[in-house]
């Protein structure tokens, strides 16, 4: 494992270019009376997101790095989102509904010690330690677009290993099909659980095949550090071709079955959020299209949206787990 210091090649802000209280204060008030009369609600939060620059890093303390990936597809070459952005414009429901929320509450999630409960259908269950996950495998890095169903999209520098290193470890049974992926619920350290948006824990699954599918990582780090809390911390998944809401943060456990399992999003609005969720320029949500999307922290409210790519442009690696299915239908 690798220490990575200030001077890794990556756009880290610096304690120097975080700019001082008053004078974000003023931009930031600037710019959510802009965005509110120019482009509405969401775009007010995004615009509103550096009020937040100076939120601390955690991954000072313990850095956590690995290898460039091998794996086909795990290093897009585009601009890294700057970390200022990804570690403060979260989606992390437990912690609040704003984009800033997260950030601002998650100081609260405890997580040591940890351990994720691997069961179900598998010849080897098992309660894995933080400690044993991370050892199980040898940490990579990959670069992947995270593309949200709200129509934002970032490129994170993930560490971490295929989630196929832990099932193959536990040995799925040919009776399963699915996989669960179960989140922390703590009310004592999560304010966001007062409010029944969801119902909690938030719980995700993918057909097993796509939990095997090599792209699929289960993520400890992200810019070479151990993820803040706000993106999931000790350990998420990473999902790069579905909508973000795919990619559960702080998993407790991990379940085999023989049965689609129900997902927090989809228990919450069916014909919104289907099981699958592959990023789909041409499946529309009910609500809004999903043809284009903003990459954050590129540009100004104003610069032009990008085209959003089918399996979020990883058809190439992903495209055959759909063959012959009807993707209108199962969205
Ligand atoms: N437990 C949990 N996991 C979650 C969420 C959540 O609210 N709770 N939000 C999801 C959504 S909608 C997105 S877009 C991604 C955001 O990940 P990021 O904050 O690291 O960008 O996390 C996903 N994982
Ligand atoms: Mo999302």
């Known amino acids: 494992m690798l220490i990575r210091t200030d001077n890794d090649g990556f756009n880290h802000p610096r304690s120097s270019e975080i700019t001082p209280q008053p004078v974000y204060e003023e931009r930031r008030r600037w710019l959510r009376t802009m965005a509110a009369g120019a482009a509405g609600g969401t775009l007010a939060a995004w615009a509103g997101r550096d009020a937040l620059a100076a939120v601390p890093r955690p991954g000072k303390l313990a850095a956590l790095a690995g290898q460039a990936s091998q794996v086909a597809g795990a290093n897009t070459m585009e601009t890294l989102t700057p970390y200022a952005d990804a570690s403060q414009y979260n989606n992390y429901y437990e912690f609040g509904l704003d984009k800033a929320d997260p950030a601002r509450n998650a100081h609260t999630l405890k997580t040591t010690p940890w351990s994720v409960k691997v069961e179900g259908l598998v010849a080897k269950p098992g309660t894995f330690s933080l400690e044993d996950l991370i050892k199980l495998s040898p940490q990579e890095e990959r670069i992947y677009r995270l593309r949200c169903v709200e129509g934002w999209s970032m490129v994170i520098p993930w560490v971490g290993y295929s989630l196929a290193q832990l099932l193959r470890q536990v040995q799925p049974l040919g ?157």
């Open 175 to 331: 009776s399963a099909k699915y996989v669960e992926f179960v989140t922390l619920a703590d009310p004592k350290t999560m304010p966001g659980l007062r409010a029944n948006v969801l119902d909690w824990p938030y719980t995700e699954g993918l057909r097993l095949d796509e939990a095997m599918h090599p792209l699929t990582l289960l993520a400890f780090g992200m810019y070479g550090e151990v993820l803040p809390a706000q993106n999931g911390a000790p350990v998420r998944l990473v999902v790069p071709w579905k909508y973000g809401f795919k990619s559960a943060k702080s998993i407790v456990a991990i379940r085999l079955t023989d049965k689609q399992p129900g997902t927090a999003w989809n228990k919450a609005a069916r014909n919104e959020y289907g099981f699958y969720s592959n990023v789909n320029p041409d499946v529309p949500h009910p609500r809004w299209s999903q043809a284009t999307e903003r990459r954050i922290g590129e540009g100004g409210l104003f610069t032009k949206k990008r085209k959003t790519l089918m399996f979020n442009g990883y058809g190439e690696q992903v495209g055959q787990l759909y063959a012959g299915m009807d993707l209108k239908q199962q969205f």
